[in-house]
């Protein structure tokens, strides 16, 4: 049985997920967005940056989010600003498809991470996570464009949300484009803790 397509994204209260550029990802403003994950001891055993580190719901979320995935997908704005800061063994290990127009050869890194350079669009590129996932779930990984292609095709049956207490004012909305007259929400579980809210939803057409 295939698996669900889903997107799970750290989002501000007023609806922004990541900065305008690129250069922004790693200022002290945008890591406050994530600040929820770095403490965890799930986030240290997946970077290798040794033992200890919290347990507890963020914790069994994140691992949870990591351990339904068999594959994801991502633009080509997220695998360049991913391509200079993640580690050698990338974080994902799984097969990664990524949408773009350039024509490259796979990129094998250490740990079981491959990423496969997909030029026919945002469903080819579904097709080939889905077959790669087998019974496991596809995780849409970003950036927001890549994401809101894929709710405005119909193609993401539900997505997390871990909504951060902090406010930006500018950058990429996850919703700016929506195409709302197509898409319905069902709330399927909430869970507040000490730092984010992370709210679940399946996507149901309306």
Known sequence: MAGKVFFSVSMSLD????PESAEELMGQQWMELQQWIFPLRFF???????????????????????ERT???VMGKRMFEAGEQAWPEEAPFHTPVFVVTHEQRDPWARPGGTTFHFVNEGIETA??????AAGDRD????????????????????EFTIALSPVLFGSGIR?????????V???QIHGESTRRVTHLTYAVRKR
């Not at 596809?138 to 950036?143: K, P, S, Y």
């Not at 996850?174 to 197509?182: I, K």
């Open 15 to 18: 609806g922004f997920i990541a």
């Open 44 to 66: 240290r055993e997946n970077l290798k940056l040794g033992e200890g580190g919290e347990e507890g719901p963020d914790n069994d979320i994140a691992r949870t989010t990591f």
């Open 70 to 72: 068999g594959a994801s």
């Open 126 to 131: 579904l097709d080939r996570a889905r077959t």
């Open 138 to 157: 596809v995780r849409i990984a970003g950036g927001g464009a890549t994401i809101l292609e894929y709710v405005n095709a119909g193609l993401v049956d």
């Open 174 to 182: 996850l919703f700016e484009g929506v195409d709302a007259s197509r």
């Open 184 to 186: 319905a929400l069902e």
